[in-house]
Each structure stands twice: as C-alpha cells, then as structure tokens.
C-alpha cells in the first residue's frame, strides 16, 4: 500500500502540459519507477483484497450466497468437461449434468435460506465420501465455461466442504485480481486521490461479501471496475505511453473477462466505454488510440470478446428446454406490460441502494440500520460532489453514468417483466453503481483535499467509522449464521451457546478482520494525506518506538477545521 | 404435481435433513423420456401406458425395467354457479351436450329429468374450460369417454376438442363472476368455494367428496399390468370415481447402490403414511388404497443397483 502513497505524490504534481525533451527523460525516468512501484501496489491490493473477500468466504456458511449451489454444480460439470448444452439434458429447472455427489446434493444445505433467524447450525455436514457422479441440476447451464474452469478444479483433486471453501477462494482472488488492478489503474491517474477515494467507498461490506462466494457475479462487479478505472487512465495518460502499459492491460483483460463472464456483462462494458469516453475530449481519445500499445491490446482484446459473442450466440441455438422454468425460479405477472416494468424499475431507484450497502445470503440478511446509514451518508456526498464541479460539462462522465444505472437496469428488467416477472436485483446493478462512485471522483478529481488538520481530524474520524462499519457488518452477518437474527438482541448467545461456528472460529475471524480492515485504513488515510498517520500510538509506547528508531514524530495534534480548494 | 413431490419431500427429509429433490414439472411425456435417457431418478405421470417415448429415448430402465406406481389421486369435480342450487345430477351425456354447447340451457329437459324435485332457472350454459391443466381434461375426457357412450366421441385426450370453446389460459377462471358457469376443477381449487355436481357412475350418482372419492378408491380393484406395474381401479358403485391418477416411476435398479438406496428410500416415503398425509393436507390428494399401497411399498423397497 505504500506505493499508492508514494505514487500519489508522483501523479499530483502532473499538469498535463506539453513535455520538453529534458521533461520526457524525467517522465521516463518516472514512469520506470512508478512501473515498479505499481506492480508493488498491486500485489499489496492484491493480497489485502484476497485475504478480506477469503474472510467472508469463510464466514458465510456454504450455499448462503445467491444461486451458489447452481453456480457449484455448474464449476464441477464443466472441469468434467460438460461444457455445452447436449439434446435432452435441458429441463424446466435447468440443465442437468454428471457431477460428485456431495456437489449435486448442496440444495440440502437450504434449511436456513430465506430464514434469517434460523442459525446455519441447522445444515448437514457435507459428505466428503459421496464423491460418485449422479445428477445435479444448474441453472447456469449456458454460462459461459470460462469462470467456471478456474474455480472447479478444487472439485478435482479435494472433496466434500474443503473442496467448496477452495473454489470459493479461487473465486475471491479473480475477483481479488481485478479489483487491485482497477485500484492500481486508478492510482496513476493524474488526480487520483478522489478517484481512489470514491472508488474506496464503493468497496461496500455487499461488494467484499459478494467476491467471497461462487458466482460469475463477482467477478463480472470486478472486471467492470477495472476496466473503468484502465480506460479512464489510458485516455488521461495517453501521452505518456509506456506508463499506462499496466492499465492498457487491465482494460484488455478486464474487457475479454466481462465479454466470457455473462450476457449482461457486455453491456457492462458497453457502459464503461461510453462513460469514459464522455470524460474526453476528441483530441485525447483519438490521441489514445494512436498509441500502438492500446492498438496492441485492441487486436489482442478483439478475439476474446468475439470468443465471448461466440458462446452467447452458440448457446441461443442450443437445444431447447424440455419445459418452462417453474415458479419460484420465474415469477410472470399476468398483464404487466413491458412500459409499466420500465416505470416500476425507475420508481425503486433508491430502493436498490440498501442492496449495494449490503443486504447479504439469499437477500434474506440486510445489514443493521447504522451501517446502512454510514454508508448511505458517503454515498450521498458522492453523488452531490460533482454539483461543484464548473462547467458541469466537465461531469459528463458522470451523469451519463448516473443515468445508465438509472435506465440501463430498467430496460433489462422490462423486456423480461412480461415472461418472467420482476427479476431484477441490487447486485445486478454493483458495476454501474461502482462506476458512477469512481465517475463522480473522476468529475471531482481537480478539487483538493485540504492538508489542515481540520481535514486530517475529519479525514481520521470517517476512516475509523469506516472501520468500525465493515467490522459491524462483517460481525452482524456471523451473528446471523451463528445464532440467527431475532427480535431480540442476542449477541451474547455467539459466546455463550453457538448454533453454528465457521471455520477458524468466528472470533479469530472478526479479529483478522478489524486488523485487515485497519492496515487498508491506515494506509487510504497516509494516500489522502501524505506523511500523516491514522492513529498514533500511546504517549509511552511512542516514546519506545523513538528511542528504538531515532526518528521524531512529524505530526501535530489535530485541530481547526475542514477546507476545500478548488482549482477550476 | 409440484405440490405434491414438495409433500412428499417434506415426508422425507424430516428423517433425512441430509438430502434433497430437485423436481422440474416439465410433464409426464419428458419425465418418461428423462428416466429414459438417464437424466432422472423417477418420474411422475398420469398416464403412464399412454405415453409413447421418442426412438432416442433408449429401453426405460433397462433389462430390469421400470417400476409404475399409482401414488395419489387428485378428485376432479364439476363446479358450476347458480345462486341458491347446492344439489345438481349431471350424468356423462349431458356433461358431454353442455362441452359442446348441444344442451344450452340449465333447465334443458335432460337436465330435468335427472333432477327431479329440483327447479332449476332458465339461465343459459356456460362451461368455462381451460387447457391449463392438462391432467384434469385427460382425467374427465377418459370418464366421458367411458360412461357418455355415442355422446362423446372425442376419446381421451389432454386437451380439449375443437368443439369445445377454451378459455384463455391466461386469464383466471371467472365462475366466480359467472351465472350459469360450469368449470372441471381439482379438488385443491374447489375446496368449499363452489358447489359441485354429483356425476354418474355405472349408473348410480355419487357426489363430490373426499369420503365418496376414498370408498371408490378402497372398493376398487389393485391390478399387476406387468412386472412392477400397478392400477388403481376406482369403484364407480362405491363412490365418486372421478380423480387424477399420479404415478411415480422408478427403475428397478440403479448403476450405483448409492442411488438405488436413495430412489429406495424416497418411494417408501411417497407410500408412507407421513408422506400421503402431506400429500392430502399441502396437494389435496387421496391416498391410494391400502392393498395399492403395500404393494407399492414392497416394490419400492426392492430397489437395488444394478445395470439401470
């Protein structure tokens, strides 16, 4: 996390004007050692998203994740190579395929689904020993292999929860891998501290518990964020080609990952494109795509995303279903018109937000009202910040963005209202909310964080209260798989009398969380405001670490008030 | 038939909270075809020999064969609207007349002379029938086709004739709002919403009630058709013998003891005296009779693996 510190310092100090000959060896120069210092970054991310996602995952209990056991079933038939759809395999309730045991029967892990107070204590122990291959059923029968083939293989060499817990952490890290790489892309843009910022209050308790389980979902919310955050580098650093090699990347990756995740995902991306192209002027984009490098990427992204294409139109011939999909998988409204579906989606905008917050299983667990609240406070100030932004031609990004997650989701949902009902739900719609948070700093990003300590006090005080609302979901969601969610408060029963414990324990797990949660903290609030520490320790303790490191302390006590600048 | 695996489900997880059924009522043709192709453990039907599988489709179960077992029996009654009439006689012909708008009137003289005592209004016919549930026409269609003699000449079939007029399968049934309507419903919808008729039978009419419909069941015969085939006969003379017969249809044996220990386990829980109770309370359905059933159950249990 150091490196985002240190290349902050870097990329604020750019101004984007034309570069002498003396400046170009300078940029060269700097764009080397950011290039080490981005691969540094990334890692760190890398390994800082990885270890939080793996947390949730190992603090949801199995199958209480949106569509997960479909999702499971469908990884273990495809590193068997059932790949495609084959004449009579496909039923009302999905597609049925050839998969262990113990994966086909995860649906009897259900008993506290749509129960909230109902502890995860009631499931069954997975049988490792049922390992022959009978019938599972998916309904993600047509999804494209590509996700699934890395996160089966666990399925392959382990068995029963160990083998699952696997897959699970496989998923976390992609989704982990595009998430440090949108945050790396993000870091070199030329004012990126509210950028990274807003992309930091994006990463909701519902995006981390989202990563931690099986499904495309995740990975699909990752890549959009990424390849948001490259493009947005690639065209506001387009002269300065080699630098922006590792967003040039990200946005290729990220692009050929969204276009094999699921249909929807490319309009995703679709999205992204025309967002970040409303930033820019003509004159950078045409600027950007001169460069060779992003042609490079373009004739290497081409294919995939053709590949991509390739298996939506592969599977729209596939054989047809012998049936239609029950209720409850599908919910019709008679009489509900495709135009009444649109109007509904539009009424319920702010409906979705708690969703984006967290509202974790099977949409059965939302998060308390004070973390829904602290979240529901940053996410307000992001979408009013880019008011202050003169001319508001400036913003375009952005409210082309807000009006996509206000349009794009209800489009979907009501050319489908009539066949299968209102459908549609919050998660569906995280990688344009994403997207809308990092374009409302993009549009903000020439406004400056004020290094009072005012400002600092401030900026210390959310930060912590954001610690303090991450590690309240994450321990609200264990109470809820632990001892289940009742009228009345029963904290005390996860001590006393556990219906259900995750792997490691849920105290172990709360503590590596709050400590996680603090070094990511500690290390936004030194990128906010440079040479600054989040907390300090103890007076005695201090002076200890003086006398040890011979260094003084540089930071004055906090005071004064909040200033922002502008330089429009 | 949801209703009625969900039933049986809930009989058989509550002793075995470690297992699962995932059910697709997709209809009897696919589930044969399934079971055929090996893409299920069981399926269900209601008219099991009437179903003819697709060239593709393989021998059903094997060398060993399937098993074909009556489960449950959803009562079908003729509902019908007139204000103030609790009581009406129709026998097969004149249920036939007034499908295809041949009898048009309630106080038809067909209809008089098998109601005496009984006024009934001069109010037109007005049958609201639907394709929507294709069991309950097949179910009606094989009883006219049995007592209606030259009067219905349509057979038995799933859906109904083109002279006959078929609702929108859309729209909800409208007898409520319907003076003079006459529906063919499940036991499950009719509840004690709406009067119903009492049919004929071998000439003697039975009304519409689950005793009526559990006596016919009891008195009628159980016959073997084959190696593993049961019948449930209904007794026309001893109740109301108008119902949806539901098969389930195992395979005598499964490739894997696993599998076969499950299918096992499943079916003796569908004939259970937990899992019919589910099957009354959730799905409306009787029970077949007592000889059906330990027959049923002694087939079920003998389920073992083998080459499927």
């Known amino acids: 996390m150091s490196g985002l510190k240190r290349h902050a310092d870097n990329a604020i100090q750019g101004n984007g004007t034309p570069l002498s000959h003396r400046h170009m060896n300078d940029a060269v120069i700097r764009d080397q050692s950011s290039s080490r210092s981005g691969r540094k970054l990334f890692f760190q991310l890398l390994g800082l998203f990885s270890l939080v996602i793996s947390l949730w995952a190992l603090a949801t209990p199995l199958m209480a994740f949106p569509d997960e056991p479909a999702h499971t079933i469908k990884a273990a038939a495809v590193v068997r190579n059932q790949i495609t759809v084959q004449e009579g395999m496909s039923f009302g309730h999905g597609i049925h395929v050839k998969v262990p045991a113990y994966i086909a029967n995860l649906d009897s892990q259900r008993c506290y689904k749509y129960r909230p107070d109902t502890s995860a204590g009631c499931a069954p122990a997975i049988p490792a020993e049922d390992t022959y291959e009978t019938i599972g059923v998916t309904t993600a029968g047509t999804y494209n292999p590509g996700y699934y083939w890395l996160v089966g293989q666990p399925s392959l060499w382990l068995s029963g929860a160990p083998a699952i817990y696997a897959m699970r952490i496989i998923s976390a890290v992609l989704t982990s891998v595009f998430l440090a790489a949108g945050f790396t892309a993000l870091s070199r843009f030329l004012r990126p501290q509210i950028p990274v910022l807003l992309a930091s209050v994006s990463m909701t308790p519902m995006v981390l518990f989202l990563g931690s389980g099986i499904n495309p979902n995740s990975l699909e919310?990752?890549?959009?964020?990424?390849?948001?955050?490259?493009?947005?580098?690639l065209l506001d650093n387009a002269h300065r080609p080699k630098a922006i090699m590792p967003a040039i990347v990200t946005v290729a990756a990220a692009s050929v990952t969204l276009a094999n995740t699921r249909q929807v995902s490319l309009i995703w991306l679709l999205c992204v494109f025309l967002v970040g192209l409303s930033f820019y002027q003509r004159r950078s984009i045409v600027a950007a795509f001169r460069n060779r490098y992003v042609l490079v990427a373009v004739a290497a992204t081409v294919p995939g995303v053709v590949a991509g294409i390739a298996w939506i139109l592969l599977m729209l011939?596939?054989?047809?279903?012998?049936?239609?999909?029950?209720?409850?998988?599908?919910?019709?409204?008679?009489?509900?018109?495709?135009?009444?579906?649109?109007?509904?989606?539009?009424?319920?905008?702010?409906?979705?937000?708690?969703?984006?917050?967290?509202?974790?299983?099977?949409?059965?667990?939302?998060?308390?009202?004070?973390?829904?609240?602290?979240?529901?406070?940053?996410?307000?100030?992001?979408?009013?910040?880019?008011?202050?932004?003169?001319?508001?031609?400036?913003?375009?990004?952005?409210?082309?963005?807000?009006?996509?997650?206000?349009?794009?989701?209800?489009?979907?949902?009501?050319?489908?209202?009539?066949?299968?009902?209102?459908?549609?739900?919050?998660?569906?719609?995280?990688?344009?909310?994403?997207?809308?948070?990092?374009?409302?700093?993009?549009?903000?990003?020439?406004?400056?964080?004020?290094?009072?300590?005012?400002?600092?006090?401030?900026?210390?005080?959310?930060?912590?209260?954001?610690?303090?609302?991450?590690?309240?979901?994450?321990?609200?969601?264990?109470?809820?798989?632990?001892?289940?969610?009742?009228?009345?408060?029963?904290?005390?029963?996860?001590?006393?009398?556990?219906?259900?414990?995750?792997?490691?324990?849920?105290?172990?797990?709360?503590?590596?969380?709050?400590?996680?949660?603090?070094?990511?903290?500690?290390?936004?609030?030194?990128?906010?405001?440079?040479?600054?520490?989040?907390?300090?320790?103890?007076?005695?303790?201090?002076?200890?670490?003086?006398?040890?490191?011979?260094?003084?302390?540089?930071?004055?006590?906090?005071?004064?008030?909040?200033?922002?600048?502008?330089?429009? | 038939m949801s209703g009625l695996v969900s039933a049986w489900n809930e009989a058989w997880r509550g002793p075995n909270p470690a297992v699962s059924v995932a059910?697709?009522?997709?209809?009897?043709?696919?589930?044969?075809?399934?079971?055929?192709?090996?893409?299920?453990?069981?399926?269900?039907?209601?008219?099991?020999?009437?179903?003819?599988?697709?060239?593709?489709?393989?021998?059903?179960?094997?060398?060993a064969g399937p098993l074909i077992l009556p489960a449950a029996l959803l009562p079908v009654g003729v509902a019908y609207n007139l204000p103030g009439i609790r009581s009406v006689r129709l026998n097969a012909a004149i249920l036939a007349g007034m499908f295809e708008k041949k009898i048009t009137r309630w106080n038809d003289p067909l209809i008089l002379q098998e109601n005496p005592g009984t006024t009934l209004p001069d109010l037109e016919v007005k049958p609201l029938l639907s394709d929507k549930d294709k069991d309950v026409t097949e179910a009606v269609t094989e009883y006219l086709s049995q007592e209606a003699g030259d009067e219905w000449a349509h057979g038995i079939t799933t859906e109904w004739p083109d002279t006959v007029d078929v609702q929108d399968k859309t729209k909800p049934l409208e007898l409520d709002n319907t003076v003079g309507g006459l529906a063919v419903l499940d036991r499950g919808i009719i509840g004690s919403r709406y009067s119903t008729a009492s049919l004929q039978f071998d000439g003697s009419y039975q009304s519409f009630s689950p005793d009526s419909v559990l006596a016919a069941i009891e008195a009628g015969e159980t016959t073997l058709r084959g190696p593993g085939s049961l019948e449930q006969e209904l007794d026309g003379q001893a109740g109301y013998a108008l119902a949806v017969k539901e098969y389930v249809v195992f395979c005598r044996e499964y490739s894997h003891a696993q599998t076969a220990g499950l299918v096992s386990s499943w079916g003796q829980s569908v004939f259970s005296e937990t899992g019919q109770r589910n099957a009354n309370i959730f799905a409306s359905a009787l029970p077949p009779s007592r000889k059906t059933t330990e027959q049923a159950k002694e087939l079920v249990a003998n389920i073992a693996e083998g080459t499927e």
């Open chain 2, 23 to 63: 059910f697709s009522p997709d209809g009897g043709a696919v589930g044969l075809d399934a079971l055929a192709r090996e893409q299920t453990h069981f399926a269900t039907t209601t008219m099991p020999g009437s179903v003819e599988l697709p060239a593709s489709s393989g021998q059903l179960c094997g060398q």
């Open chain 1, 317 to 568: 011939n596939a054989p047809a279903s012998a049936g239609v999909a029950p209720l409850g998988i599908i919910n019709p409204i008679p009489g509900v018109r495709p135009d009444q579906g649109f109007l509904t989606m539009l009424d319920r905008f702010f409906g979705f937000f708690p969703q984006y917050v967290g509202v974790m299983g099977w949409l059965d667990s939302r998060l308390p009202d004070e973390v829904q609240m602290f979240w529901n406070f940053l996410i307000v100030i992001a979408l009013l910040l880019p008011l202050t932004v003169r001319p508001l031609r400036r913003a375009a990004g952005y409210w082309l963005a807000l009006a996509m997650l206000l349009i794009v989701p209800a489009i979907l949902q009501a050319q489908v209202v009539t066949t299968m009902g209102f459908i549609w739900q919050g998660r569906y719609n995280l990688p344009l909310f994403i997207v809308v948070l990092i374009s409302a700093g993009i549009a903000a990003g020439r406004l400056k964080i004020s290094q009072s300590d005012a400002a600092k006090t401030v900026g210390r005080i959310v930060l912590l209260a954001a610690v303090a609302a991450h590690t309240l979901a994450f321990a609200y969601i264990l109470r809820r798989y632990v001892v289940g969610i009742r009228e009345l408060a029963n904290w005390q029963i996860m001590i006393t009398n556990p219906g259900w414990q995750p792997p490691l324990g849920w105290p172990a797990l709360c503590v590596a969380y709050v400590v996680l949660m603090a070094v990511a903290a500690h290390f936004l609030y030194s990128f906010a405001f440079p040479g600054a520490v989040l907390l300090r320790w103890p007076p005695r303790f201090a002076a200890a670490t003086r006398r040890g490191a011979g260094k003084p302390q540089s930071e004055p006590a906090p005071r004064a008030t909040i200033e922002a600048e502008s330089r429009l």
């Open chain 1, 221 to 233: 919310v990752a890549a959009t964020m990424a390849a948001f955050c490259g493009f947005i580098v």
